[in-house]
């Protein structure tokens, strides 16, 4: 029944930045804990950034200092903040949400981010 749709992926010049949106269902966004994750082609998924619900962040060592992630609970929406991005950001950005008192995980559909040199 959780929905989530993520938008604002596209192509960029490395240096560049982009902003992505996850927009759910319901109030998903405030009470639970939301993340990003990106897979590259052919490569495994890997985890990007998380927020919990008390606004705790963490992020993967490869993109700490350049992406941020936040959320805004009365648009129910997360985004990610990517600046000063490289080539190697080159991936499809997924939105996470793991409710609480829950084992189970939400998906997105993905967003593209190509960045070119």
């Known amino acids: 029944q959780v929905q989530l749709v993520e938008s604002g992926g596209g192509l960029v010049q490395a240096g560049e930045s982009l902003r992505l949106s996850c927009a759910a269902s319901?109030?998903?966004?405030?009470?639970?804990?939301m993340a990003w994750y990106r897979q590259a082609s052919g490569k495994q998924r890997e985890w990007v950034a998380r927020?919990?619900?008390?606004?705790?962040?963490n992020y993967a060592d490869s993109v700490k200092g350049r992406f941020t992630i936040s959320r805004d609970n009365t648009k129910n929406t997360v985004y990610l903040q990517m600046n000063s991005l490289k080539p190697e950001d080159t991936a499809v950005y997924y939105c996470?949400?793991?409710?609480?008192?829950?084992?189970?995980?939400?998906w997105g559909q993905g967003t593209q981010v190509t960045v070119s040199s």
């Open positions: 996470n949400a793991r409710p609480p008192y829950t084992t189970s995980d939400f």
């Open positions: 319901g109030n998903i966004v405030s009470t639970s804990a």
């Open positions: 927020i919990t619900r008390g606004g705790t962040t």
